[in-house]
């Protein structure tokens, strides 16, 4: 199908840029790596909430240090000061975007999208990459690193050519605490705690999609270009 046929349609290529998408998944499902190949494609920004709290420390921003007193106490950050800084960072924009990390709660999901409202936009795709636990503790639970020189490894999918030994360096390869099973399990129950709630609240608004994230990473974006549109 050629581009043109798409253009008067409401995919219209010139709106491309303003397309607005929240990701959601599990650590450990690809969430990330997809966000940053729509961002590509589609020509949006990937705002990853990690990176907008970091350069909000590093530079010393009044949300910065509020938000640091919080962490220094081991504290949670408020929803209203998670809002605050995304929001921040998201009116700076005339695109639209890729939300990689945020909304995490439901009344974050709603200020998001009280937000929008107010200047009559609206989401257009929160996209689930949906991987069931057991297949994320196998992928997660297999890494194996070479704290001497970084490289990273995997038992099944990428193996070292001498067991537990680095390719690049011979050092001994280790299992990052980080992708232990246990500690990876704990995750996925946050996760699922934090997440549900926000999957049923997008589900009844219409615009979330699930994506099968156990396939290549290739395949899963191209089930995602189907549904965002060439
Ligand atoms: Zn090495």
């Known amino acids: 199908m050629t581009r043109g046929i798409y253009f ?26 997809q966000a940053k190949k729509i961002a590509a494609k589609y020509n949006i920004p990937h705002i990853a909430t990690g990176d907008i709290f970091r350069a909000n420390l590093k530079e010393g921003t009044e949300l ?31 695109t639209g975007y890729v939300l990689d990390g945020f909304p995490r709660t439901i009344p974050q999901a709603e200020a998001h999208t009280a937000i929008l409202k107010k200047v009559g936009k609206k989401m257009d795709y929160v996209l689930e990459i949906n991987v069931p636990d057991e297949n994320i503790i196998k992928r997660m639970s297999g890494r194996r690193v070479c704290l001497n020189c970084g490289a990273s490894y995997h038992l099944e999918y990428n193996p070292p050519k001498t067991e537990n030994v680095c390719d690049e360096c011979g050092n001994e390869l280790v299992l990052r605490i980080d992708d232990a099973a246990e500690t990876v399990k704990k995750r996925l129950q946050i996760y699922h705690d ?5 999957i049923d609240f997008y589900s009844g608004t ?5 994506v099968d994230g156990t396939l290549e990473i290739e395949e899963v974006f191209q089930n995602i270009v189907k549904i965002l549109g060439e």
């Open 64 to 94: 910065g240090k509020k938000a640091k007193e919080y962490m220094d106490q081991g504290l949670l950050v408020p929803d209203e000061l998670v809002v605050d800084i995304v929001v921040d960072r998201l009116k700076k924009l005339e």
């Open 8 to 33: 008067a349609g409401h995919n219209a290529i010139e709106e491309e840029p303003n397309m607005k998408i929240i990701m959601l998944g599990a650590p450990g499902a690809g969430k990330g790596t």
């Open 194 to 198: 934090q997440t549900q709630p926000l």
């Open 206 to 210: 219409g615009v979330l999609r699930t």
